[in-house]
Nanobody, 118 residues
Framework: QVQLVESGGGLVQAGGSLRLFCAAS????????MGWYRQAPGNKRELVAG???????DYTDSVKGRFTISRDKAKATVALQMNILEPEDTAVYYC????????????WGQGTQVTVSS
């Protein structure tokens, strides 16, 4: 079992910045991937950015060049620096951890609201 606790988020004007932070606890040594997903009203949950144990990152196209994901593997934390925010970035953001324990397991944080006003 892995528990994820998020912080950050809030209300910001377009063009502004926010930083999301997520800390994992529990069976953190089985985590091989951590990332951030988001879900806007009426939309499916989508991957925003992720990072593997080896440091490989991936981003959804709409945030490339604006968002940066970073991970402290030893501390089992992951952060998402979001710059040049746009109203389209408004969503609930969820921290995600993928664990291999004989089979793939996924864990989610409780979600944090990000609202970007125009």
């Amino acid at each position: 079992q892995v528990q994820l606790v998020e912080s950050g988020g809030g209300l910001v004007q377009a063009g502004g910045s926010l930083r999301l932070f997520c800390a994992a606890s529990g069976n953190i040594y089985s985590i091989y991937y951590m990332g951030w997903y988001r879900q806007a009203p009426g939309n499916k949950r989508e991957l925003v950015a992720g990072v593997t144990n080896s440091g490989n990152t991936d981003y959804t196209d709409s945030v490339k060049g604006r968002f940066t994901i970073s991970r402290d593997k030893a501390k089992a934390t992951v952060a998402l620096q979001m710059n040049i925010l746009e109203p389209e970035d408004t969503a609930v953001y969820y921290c995600n951890a993928k664990v291999w324990a004989g089979e793939l397991e996924e864990y989610w944080g409780q979600g944090t609201q990000v609202t970007v006003s125009s």
